[in-house]
């Protein structure tokens, strides 16, 4: 069971725009950054966005991200098959002193 | 740009101590950074473990706590992870990653290193 929670799939067509939601609580998203990450099965994950909507150097602008009190929301737009992978979100969480994740949200590009 | 590579043991008996290494190249050990692991169990979500810092400072998850040991070793660039008592639920694949002191997203990953518990 995992800390926050996410859907476990979500699917858009090509070029569409898809949307990762993320919830959690008051000692994680509501008081600290998000991050964002993409795994393509069996590779390593990799930071998509950080501090809530900065994207780092190499990651598309098609991707962004939001925050609204304790809940967190990853967009995709333009969506390629490419973009096909497990997407997890992560956060501090205050009262754990430790890192938390979601469970994992499947994109499927149909 | 920091690397990171994970290295260890593939297979441990059940009961036994999982002992794996992770080394940092491109970097110093002793840099900004805070060191984590995290792992995957086959088919499902990641799960932070606990991060060491190059003062000695420690993390660990509070689910992990008596069993888990993150240390460092700053001659060979390197830290560990030691877990103990093991069973099939720690059967996964097991990252090393790296942050910034400071930051709380994970910039530097290894490649990652499947271990499986069994007899």
């Known amino acids: 069971q995992s800390v926050l929670t996410q859907p476990p799939s979500v699917s858009a067509a090509p070029g569409q725009k898809v949307t990762i939601s993320c919830s959690g609580s008051?000692?994680?998203?509501?008081?600290?950054?998000v991050s964002w990450y993409q795994q393509v099965p069996g590779t390593a994950p990799k930071l998509l966005i950080y501090e809530n909507n900065k994207r780092p150097s190499g990651s598309p602008d098609r991707f962004s991200g939001s925050k609204s009190g304790t809940s967190a929301t990853l967009g995709i737009t333009g969506l390629q098959t490419g973009d096909e992978a497990d997407y997890y979100c992560g956060a501090w969480d205050s009262s754990l002193n430790g890192v938390v994740f979601g469970g994992g949200t499947k994109l499927t590009v149909l | 740009q920091v690397q990171l590579q994970e290295s260890g043991p593939g297979l441990v008996k059940p009961s036994g101590t999982l002992s794996l290494m992770c080394a940092v190249s491109?970097?110093?050990?002793?840099?900004?950074?805070?060191w984590s692991w995290v792992r995957q169990p086959p088919g499902k979500g990641l799960e932070w473990i606990g991060e060491i810092y190059h003062s000695g400072s420690r993390n660990y998850l509070p689910s992990f706590k008596g069993r888990v040991t993150i240390s460092l070793d700053k001659s060979s660039n390197q830290f560990s992870l030691k877990l103990t008592s093991v069973t099939a639920a720690d059967t996964a694949v097991y990252y090393c990653?790296?942050?910034?002191?400071?930051?709380?997203?994970?910039?530097?990953w290894g490649q990652g290193t499947l271990v499986t518990v069994s007899s």
């Open positions: 491109g970097g110093s050990i002793s840099s900004n950074n805070w």
């Open positions: 008051s000692s994680n998203i509501g008081s600290n950054y």
């Open positions: 990653a790296g942050r910034a002191a400071g930051m709380y997203n994970f910039d530097n």
